[in-house]
């Protein structure tokens, strides 16, 4: 039997810009990738995350003229992604067999308006994961990926899910409080299941289960303590978002700070994934976060997950104080060619 899939081990990016060969081989679990403005640090995270979670480069990213970018996992297996140009005209007749190549055409057609029709040809790409046909259902059975939203801008009405949600975070915080939820049921069914079956194995499972979500509440308690907030442990597990009391006040993850809804976001994403296999990939964590908050955030992560891999782009030195600066790369060092360099 082959070995499951639990982390990526390798990513390489050819000619991105048009000039960068890359190769950066990853730690199974803390990889900080730092580097001066402009160097290419987000658009390696972008890379990665686009490929393992929606299975292709997004557009924008091909548009920046990388040709191939492979994603290799622990256990050998590769996502293959390279970019072609073909004519517009061949694209419309392939576009009748291929579902997502229409996509794209649609999608070029709206971008470019009365303009389309002198578009001779564009950029599009090929996945493949490893001899097959790529299968994104089939790699999410067997790891789960997380990207955290780092700017909380104003959203659009019409892309707020609930009257209360009014930007970025409250989105993400509205639809981890679902997935909170079901875990908490999930913790509820396999309890009951336990100790049913009198089982010691399943019980010290749900006892170590029960013991990360109690940390997660610890971790905001001691987090937010100097604003005198605290998590309402009166309604945990009572099948309702999660709260907070200040004073004699019950305030909603809503009316949280931006910094306060950034570190929920964060530290929820990583709870519910159920101690499961999983990649996080994060891009400047610290904006709105204090330093006390930066130099903890890989240790809580840890702490809730241990099984999570963590790879993310920084500029603070706050987030390696904490012991983690033999995990840093420099951009500088997985850049394989430069086709500018001076010889």
Known sequence: MNEPIKYISKVEIKNLWGRYDIVWNLDPSVNVLSGINGSGKSTVLECMASIVIEGTLIQELIDKKTNQVIVTFNNHEKITFRRVKDSIKNLELSAKKDKSIHGLISDLKEREGKNYKNINSIDFGVTSFGNVQFNLEKLHDQIKFDIISTFDKLLNKNDAPHEKVKTELD???????????????????????ALSNSNSSDLEEIKNITGKRERL????????????????????????????INGKNTLTPYQLSSGEKQILVILLTVLVQDNKPSVLFMDEPEISLHLDWQRKLIQYIK?????????????????ILEGWRDKVTEMTEIITLDRQAKS
């Not at 442990?233 to 999660?242: F, M, P, W």
């Not at 809730?304 to 993310?312: E, F, S, Y």
Request: negative net charge.
């Open 171 to 193: 989105k993400d915080i509205f639809f981890l409080n679902q997935k909170y939820l079901a875990y908490q049921n999930n913790i509820l069914n396999k309890t009951v299941k």
């Open 217 to 244: 509440l610890d971790i905001i308690d001691n987090l937010f303590e100097v604003t005198g907030k605290k998590v309402d442990r009166n309604i945990e597990g009572s099948n309702t978002d999660v709260a907070f």
């Open 303 to 319: 702490e809730l997950n241990p099984n999570v891999q963590i790879i993310l782009a920084t500029h603070s030195p706050g987030i």
